[in-house]
């Protein structure tokens, strides 16, 4: 299960400031009109687990995905795990020339590559283009064989 919030003060969303997200256990779609969020939402999912903008094939700057007018954006992604859930979340501060990141597993500090190694025992591959596809790189896929 995957729990995705945004705070108000701080969201990477064009449209909203503050979104809750609970999918349930087997496929999950996204879908609206153009413009209500949809990438955002696959956006955040994507930042919020470790992933790279180059996984999102849209900006390439990580202080890209905040909010204009913000100086920063929260994503706090709430994953399912025995015995406890995991709480992953991520800062991202318009510091510098590409921006910074911080990161916090149930609420400590911690590293992007711990990060990757919770996500990574949780067999959560972003970079697997079945098991996380976002609307930029369909048509990569499609042309895969």
Same mark, same amino acid.
């Given at each position: 299960?995957?729990?995705?919030?945004?705070?108000?003060?701080?969201?990477?969303?064009?449209?909203?400031?503050?979104?809750?997200?609970?999918?349930?256990?087997?496929?999950?779609?996204?879908?609206?009109?153009?413009?209500?969020?949809k990438s955002t939402i696959v956006s955040a999912m994507c930042l919020g687990l470790g992933g790279s903008p180059n996984v999102l /094939?849209?900006?390439?700057?990580? /202080?890209?995905f905040i909010k204009h007018g913000e100086k920063k954006a929260t994503i706090e992604i709430e994953l399912q795990k025995h015995p406890e859930n995991v709480v992953i979340k991520r800062v991202i501060e318009a510091k510098?020339?590409?921006?910074?990141?911080?990161?916090?597993? /149930?609420?400590?500090?911690?590293?992007?590559n711990d990060v990757l190694k919770m996500t990574k025992s949780l067999n959560i591959q972003i970079d697997n283009l079945c098991q996380f596809l976002p609307q930029e790189r369909v048509s990569a896929f499609a042309d895969m064989s």
């Open positions: 299960m995957l729990f995705l919030l945004f705070f108000p003060m701080s969201s990477m969303c064009r449209i909203h400031s503050n979104v809750e997200l609970r999918p349930g256990l087997h496929l999950n779609l996204i879908i609206g009109p153009n413009g209500s969020g /094939d849209r900006q390439k700057q990580i /202080d890209s510098g020339a590409k921006g910074t990141s911080s990161w916090f597993i /149930d609420s400590k500090p911690t590293t992007m």
